[in-house]
């Protein structure tokens, strides 16, 4: 693998052992409010500490940009993006699909990125220009996919008059689709994507950590991950799906 792919893998798996471990006993893990539904436990601290310690082993003069712990040297040539645990509440409340996130990017973008979920036995991983793989095998897609046989999922802000908008959203989309989804994790929507388990995913209010590496994952899979308008995600909306797909879902949302 690329040097920095199996640094990420590391940090993942690292992350991810000290997060199985303590969800064998959530009742006792310490939990803080950030805001309004938006939780943060002392596993999520104790994750990102192992993968800021595992990743300044190899690359001591590279950049980070935590979700718990905020930024450090950003002005570096590879700054990485982390995600210590992605769906909080999905682990919190014993559902799957919660995550570590961990990707590099340079001044060009994303150029490296893992989604490890143990709760579903999941890896994914992806570096710019190489292809996507979960679990080590190679993935793909759907494409083309009709809006009217899409399965999609999505997500909700924590902002209250946000998600009233939202739901004027998933009632003027809903008659037109396949189903809806609605899973709690954005790097792992972003994965199934990517291989194929939904086809296409959307979500405003995300953060840089929350798509970094899923978004390579599913772009290397041959999906398009854009901004509201069809430029780089935002955190005003990122939308991912084949191409023939992500063309009509963008003007609908």
């Not at 006792?28 to 002392?42: G, L, P, T």
């Not at 930024?71 to 590879?78: G, I, K, P, S, V």
């Not at 220009?129 to 897609?141: L, P």
Request: glycine share 10%; net charge negative.
């Amino acid at each position: 693998m690329h040097p920095m792919l199996t640094n990420a893998v590391k940090a993942a798996r690292r992350a991810g052992t000290i997060i199985n471990r303590a969800s064998q006993d959530v009742g006792s893990i310490k939990v803080h409010s950030k805001n309004y539904n938006d939780f943060v436990s002392e596993v999520d601290h104790a994750s990102e500490r192992a993968i800021i310690e595992t990743l300044q082993e190899a690359y001591p003069d590279h950049g980070f940009i935590g979700e718990e712990s905020g930024n450090d040297r950003t002005d570096a040539e590879h700054v990485w993006i982390i995600d210590p645990l992605d769906g909080t509440v999905n682990y919190l409340y014993g559902l799957p699909g919660w995550n570590v996130s961990v990707a590099a990017k340079d001044e060009n973008g994303v150029v490296a990125g893992v989604v490890y979920a143990p709760s579903i036995n999941g890896f994914w991983s992806a570096v710019k220009g190489g292809g996507a793989f979960y679990n080590g095998e190679k993935i793909k897609c759907n494409e083309p996919v009709e809006l009217s046989k899409a399965l999609l999922a999505t997500g909700f802000a924590y902002d209250l008059n946000l998600r009233i908008s939202q739901g004027d959203t998933m009632a003027k989309l809903l008659p037109r689709i396949r189903d809806l989804r609605r899973n709690g994790a954005a790097a792992v929507d972003l994965c199934y994507v990517a291989m194929g388990a939904l086809d296409g995913y959307f979500e405003a209010s995300l953060k840089e950590w929350d798509h970094a590496a899923g978004g390579l994952i599913a772009t290397e899979a041959g999906a398009v991950v854009s901004g509201p308008d069809g430029g780089a995600p935002s955190s005003e909306l990122v939308v991912a799906a084949g191409p023939s797909l992500h063309a009509q879902l963008l003007p609908l949302i």
